[in-house]
């Protein structure tokens, strides 16, 4: 048999009917993860069809969007109107077919992203989709990971199918050893970086190489996720013993008899030697370094110590005035570092950073200091069992005691559609994905940086270095 990639094996695997010239692949769904915002037109469309859902067990919805992530008066109130809509649907449409509802403020809520693994329900080969551009993050387990839209989402509830044209394969290799204070959202910052915004695009991306396969199964989940960001259909990395080790015991982990079945076929889905991508790209693990984006995509990165480009030395015009723009929004300069350029606001939160490992590398640079002054600084885990270990931990008063402001879970400022909001003009050092014009709020300036970075910021409140402040 012809060598094939990760992703080869499982798309092989779920092909329910072959791809041709006039019609997409039929894929079997082996998981669908459901939230608030693109699940209500879906439901609509199975009553106006007087359909089921094909699959409720092999469906898992949880409330993380729109909901607010501070309790007043020990409630949640939810001021959007919209936003109450949304989970009050999502709650009457999970009751009425069945469907298993992690609700505000539950034992199970959080992030859609941050909930399926932390469950074990995100199993290394299998294909898994939610109305989310993000859902690529379980492709950290080498599932074969993505973002579907609202009509898909009801596809896949009344078949468990959906139509897929086949992408191709780029891999994406990072060799080398990562330096202190370098994580993995550095990492993924300095491949869109190289590649683009649209290097990716048609691709599922397999990231390979020592760097990759050093990382903890959390980091892995922030390179797997934003590689959407890079316009992939997909990211993957192939399971490992680290992916055994994380999975082994969680609640929706095969057990027993069953984990032994499951592991040697899991054993077999890293690519076979001789495999051949479509592309290839390598990078130096070795010489990265802390990562800060400037601009208005997730491509306009730079080394914390590195100059804004300047628009007047870059070749092509079509580049040179989108950087222009770019640089306008922003209020800052090209042939300028943004090191020490003041900041407002501190998100430190998302289902890019919200796990565990991202809040002890957060703590570890606000221990024994305090958030400059006039800096807001969100500290949002992405779970409620996240919320559980930090505070187990004590995380939650180096949080406090720092001046930051410790929050409930939820997607919070990531998305600006749930009370918190960068206000227009003021700049946001975020552990978020995008930093798109008005991602979180109408004229807020979004500088993307990992969970170290951003929490130097807060204390210096400055763009800095976290080497300089150390742990």
Sequence with gaps: MKPRTLFEKVWDAHVVRPETDEAPAVLYADLHLVHEVTSPQAFSMLREKGLRVRRP????????????TVRKNGRFEISDDEGRTQLDALAKNCADFGIELHALGTEGQGIVHVIGPEMGATHPGSTIVCGDSHTATHGAFGALAFGIGTSEVGHVLATQCLLQRKPKTLEVRVDGWLKPYVSAKDVILAVISKIGVGGGSGHVIEFTGSAIRALSMEARMTVCNMAIEAGARAGMIAPDGTTYDYLIGRP???KREAWEHALRGWLRLPSDEGAAYDKSVTIDGSA????????????????IRGEVPDPERVEGEQARAGLAKALRYMGLQGGKKLLGHPVDVVFIGSCTNSRIEDLRAAASV?????????????VVPGSQQV???AEEEGLHHVFIESGAEWREPGCSMCIAMNGDIVAPGQIAVSTSNRNFEGRQGKGSRTLLASPLTAAAAAVAGRVAD???LGS
């Design 57 to 68: 067990d092999r469906t898992l919805a949880t409330m993380d969007h729109s909901i607010p």
């Design 466 to 468: 976290p080497r300089e």
């Design 252 to 254: 929706r982990a095969p």
């Design 288 to 303: 990265l370094e802390p990562m800060i984006t400037f601009g208005t995509n997730p491509g306009m990165s730079i080394p």
């Design 366 to 378: 606000l221990r024994g200091r305090k958030v400059a002054a006039g800096v807001r600084t969100l």
């Design 387 to 389: 919320k559980r270990e």
